[in-house]
T-cell receptor, first 116, second 113 residues
Framework: EAGVVQSPRYKIIEKKQPVAFWCNPISGHNTLYWYRQNLGQGPELLIRYENEEAVDDSQLPKDRFSAERLKGVDSTLKIQPAELGDSAVYLC??????????????FGEGSRLTVL | AQSVTQLGSHVSVSEGALVLLRCNYSSSVPPYLFWYVQYPNQGLQLLLKYTTGATLVKGINGFEAEFKKSETSFHLTKPSAHMSDAAEYFCAVSAAGRRALTFGSGTRLQVQP
């Protein structure tokens, strides 16, 4: 069974440019997460989806970040315009809703963003 | 609210020595606790988790952790370190009924030959 797939793995852009990251979760996983991991830090939640509904986006900087999960499967995270402080690894994870709060999150390999 | 504190951002042990990575949590409701490992340029992989029941939890690669409610701790141990254990380790907490994990800042484990 395929794991969580993310692309691109690496992206280098200049500040003020837009960037988008794509995530394909494990088949059948209703819950999808975007986390941001700064260098030397643990992941921090940006947004959580239950199917196509964003149910927890309180940590998403809405002035420049947006996300969508059309049809409740793939998801895209966008930054426009990017700032120097956005340099980080963006991790996507998914979980089977049946597992509930105790279930394991499965992570993709991440998209490493460098803003120059 | 829930939070995790990992004591020691870097831990260095000799190959064959005991590994002890410390994690303390804060949660207003009974917690679910997790340890994840991250190898360079990779995503996070689950080592083990505590939900309910037995407080000593065994995971992959010979790791185990003990949930101690009185100490609000969930320390990770391995009796004998191997070179392949060198990685970043993250402790995480999820309150019952809440579907997102809150992570600690991580501990980088170095294993010396």
């Amino acid at each position: 069974e395929a794991g969580v797939v993310q692309s691109p793995r690496y992206k280098i852009i200049e500040k003020k440019q837009p960037v988008a990251f794509w995530c394909n979760p494990i088949s059948g996983h209703n819950t999808l997460y975007w986390y941001r991991q700064n260098l030397g830090q643990g992941p921090e939640l940006l947004i959580r989806y239950e199917n196509e509904e964003a149910v927890d986006d309180s940590q998403l900087p809405k002035d420049r970040f947006s996300a969508e999960r059309l049809k409740g499967v793939d998801s895209t995270l966008k930054i426009q315009p990017a700032e120097l402080g956005d340099s980080a690894v963006y991790l996507c994870a998914s979980r089977n809703k049946i597992a509930g709060g105790s279930g394991e999150l499965f992570f993709g390999e991440g998209s490493r963003l460098t803003v120059l | 609210a829930q939070s995790v504190t990992q004591l020691g951002s870097h831990v260095s042990v000799s190959e064959g020595a005991l590994v002890l990575l410390r994690c303390n949590y804060s949660s207003s409701v009974p917690p679910y606790l997790f340890w994840y490992v991250q190898y360079p340029n990779q995503g996070l992989q689950l080592l083990l988790k505590y939900t309910t029941g037995a407080t000593l939890v065994k995971g992959i690669n010979g790791f185990e952790a003990e949930f101690k409610k009185s100490e609000t701790s969930f320390h990770l141990t391995k009796p004998s370190a191997h070179m392949s254990d060198a990685a970043e380790y993250f402790c995480a907490v999820s309150a019952a009924g809440r579907r997102a994990l809150t992570f600690g800042s991580g501990t980088r484990l170095q294993v010396q030959p």
